[in-house]
């Protein structure tokens, strides 16, 4: 857990909370300034501390507060840059609050971070290494290897699980990344746009198993600019825009708002 334990009730149907954002700033500082150049020689202004060496401030979160439930798939929606990926990297522990607080119950597992795959391994022993990044056992992995790898779909045209990841599509890629992390029951589980990736009969076997996940009383957090994907597998969704929270609901009451707002 992250801050403290929140973690209380359960039983008699009482909420049980996983995530609490509680004010939270994100703010980004990149180093620039000084016209273009190469990285080195940014480098060298950077030690040199040259004239012309600025830093550039981008709040990318801005006084986000939301209680998410065990049970409960939450969407994030929102324009390009809106930031709901830094929301969920700041779920995820991976960039520290400027001001707030997150709270966490649970280890939050954000999909492509846990399962990190490597291009010169084959598929399989990505399967092997992604499951013990998750903390699997190897016995565990085992027991589901088959079942990630028909999830993937990876090798309906060919033994593709024996070759190099360097092989495959960036598509094949992003399916075997999140059969791999839904192997594995989460207390939270953020996917960033994983749905759109794929043909249509993984979209569906992607949002049965995000529903799936749900039952089992997990947290879902989902990103994605598919609004059907949204509305198939979400109860609620968070609307941001340049950083605040515009709207926080039920999946339809929330859409509707954006879609009459952005025509999208």
Not at 170 to 199: C, N, P, W, Y
Request: glycine content about 12%; overall charge positive.
């Amino acid at each position: 857990m992250a801050e403290q334990d929140i973690s209380t009730g359960g039983p008699g149907g009482q909420r049980v909370p996983t995530v609490i954002a509680d004010g939270l700033h994100i703010v980004y500082r990149v180093h620039g300034g000084g016209g273009r150049g190469t990285a080195t020689a940014a480098l060298r202004r950077m030690v040199r501390r040259e004239r012309g060496f600025k830093m550039r401030e981008v709040h990318a979160v801005r006084g986000v507060s939301f209680v998410a439930y065990r049970g409960e798939a939450i969407g994030l929606i929102g324009s390009n840059g809106s930031g709901k990926s830094t929301l969920l990297r700041a779920i995820a522990g991976l960039l520290p609050p400027e001001r707030g607080k997150v709270y966490t119950d649970g280890q939050p597992s954000l999909l492509g971070v846990n399962a990190a795959l490597m291009n010169d391994l084959t598929g399989e022993r990505n399967v092997i290494l992604g499951g013990l990044a998750m903390g699997m056992s190897r016995d565990e992995i085992k027991g589901r290897y088959q079942e990630i790898v028909d999830f993937s779909g990876i090798n309906e045209k060919g033994d593709f699980i024996s070759l190099p990841m360097r092989t495959y599509s960036s598509g094949m890629q992003a399916r075997l990344r999140f059969s791999i992390a839904v192997a594995k029951e989460h207390d939270v589980l953020m996917i960033d746009e994983a749905l759109a990736t794929g043909d249509k009969k993984f979209q569906r076997r992607s949002e049965a198993k995000v529903r799936e996940m749900r039952a089992e009383a997990g947290t879902v957090f989902l990103v994605s600019h598919n609004n059907k994907s949204i509305r198939d597998t979400c109860d609620r969704v968070l609307w941001l825009e340049k950083g605040e929270l515009v709207m926080d609901g039920p999946t339809d009451q929330v859409l509707k708002a954006y879609e009459e707002e952005t025509g999208k």
